[in-house]
C-alpha cells in the first residue's frame, strides 16, 4: 500500500464534491487508499501521508479553503499537499488566460503559507435551478455559462500526476 490520501472539498452546489471523488478513486487505482470528505468532516489530519484539497471559486475566492488551512496548519505543513479550485472561468468559450492564470492565484494565496505540490484550475458546473436568485443574478451579470463542464478526463490525468508526488513524499512545507 502506497499510504493514506484525504481528497477534502468545499462544495455549495456540489459539483466539486464529484470532482473530490473521481481524484480520489483514481489515486487508488494507483494503490493509494484514498478517499474523499467535506472539509467540515475532515477534523483530524491524524494518519494521512498526503492531502488533496478542493474549493470551488465563489467571487473570486476558494470556499471555505484558507479557513481550512488557518485550522490545520501544524498537519498540512508536514504532507505533501495539492490542490485544484472550480470555477467557471476556464469555461468561458474564449478563456482569457489572465483570468485563469489570477484565478490559479486566488488558490494559491488561499493555501499560503502551504506550498502545494501542485495545484489546478478546473472547469466547474453550474446549474441555474440549484441557484439563489442573488446568485443567479451574480451571474447572469458575469456572464457565466450554463452547464456541466467537468472535464473528467482532465480530472483524472491531473489526479494520476499526483501519484508519483504522493509517493515520493516530495515537497512537504
Ligand atoms: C454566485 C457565483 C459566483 C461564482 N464566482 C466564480 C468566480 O469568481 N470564478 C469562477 O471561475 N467561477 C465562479 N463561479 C462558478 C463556480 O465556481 C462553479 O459553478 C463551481 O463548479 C461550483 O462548485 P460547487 O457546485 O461545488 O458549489 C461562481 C458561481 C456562482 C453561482
Known sequence: MAGRILVAYATKHGSTAGVAEAVA??????GFE?????????????????????????????????????????ALVRVPVAAFAMGLTPAAP???????????????????????????LLAGAIDRAKMSLAERAVTRLLRAPSGDFRDWNAIGAWARTLVPLFRGGAGTN
Open 34 to 74: 484514498a478517499g474523499a470528505a467535506p472539509l467540515p468532516a475532515a477534523d483530524s489530519l491524524e494518519g494521512y501521508d498526503g492531502v488533496v484539497l478542493g474549493a470551488p471559486l465563489y467571487m473570486g475566492t476558494p470556499l471555505d479553503l484558507a479557513a481550512f488551512v488557518a485550522r490545520h496548519r501544524a
Open 94 to 120: 474564449e478563456p482569457k488566460p489572465e483570468q485563469v492564470e489570477q484565478a490559479r492565484k486566488a488558490l494559491i494565496d488561499a493555501l499560503s503559507p502551504i506550498r502545494p505540490v501542485a495545484a489546478i
Open 25 to 30: 478513486r483514481e489515486l487508488e487505482e494507483a
